[in-house]
């Protein structure tokens, strides 16, 4: 019986909906923190993990030296390389795919890599329209590299500090 009493005279005092009113009233005044995305971009930790490049040296030369541990440490079997000796000795890569639809961004194939060769960049709005589009193929690799070198330069030495 008190409690019926009790749901009355919430009922009739309106109480939850000026609560709500009190709550909106607060968010009105309060400064507001939408950010115009295409126009406006938030900060990006020199960690943040996203679309993958390969780097070249500064000669020119690709980083890369086909040790397949990216490979061997990525837990989504998402990175494939071939190799084939060069004539020098060394050993370069002949294909180089990650497939981004598999790939769990986890940066493992970042900090496996004894010679930077494979990076994660600070691009996160990448888009494809096909399924050939989501595997990044050495050639696309290396462009999203030698495109973004300041930055991934950058980021590293940022993030230098904390390795």
Known sequence: MIDGIKKLAKNLTLSELRSGMKITAKEFVN??????????????SPRFRGL?????????????IACKLCEAVCPANAITIESEMRDDGTRRTTQYDIDLFKCIFCGFCEEACPVDAIV????FDYAF?????????????????DDNEQVISKTKAQDAKYR
């Not at 400064?31 to 990006?44: A, D, G, L, S």
């Open 129 to 145: 329209e096909s399924r050939d589009g989501s595997i990044m193929t050495k050639e696309r690799l290396l462009k999203v590299g």
């Open 52 to 64: 993958h490049a390969l780097r070249r040296y500064p000669n020119g030369e690709e980083r890369c």
């Open 120 to 123: 994660e960049t600070q691009i």
């Open 31 to 44: 400064t507001k923190i939408t950010v115009q995305y295409p126009e406006e971009k938030t900060p990006i």
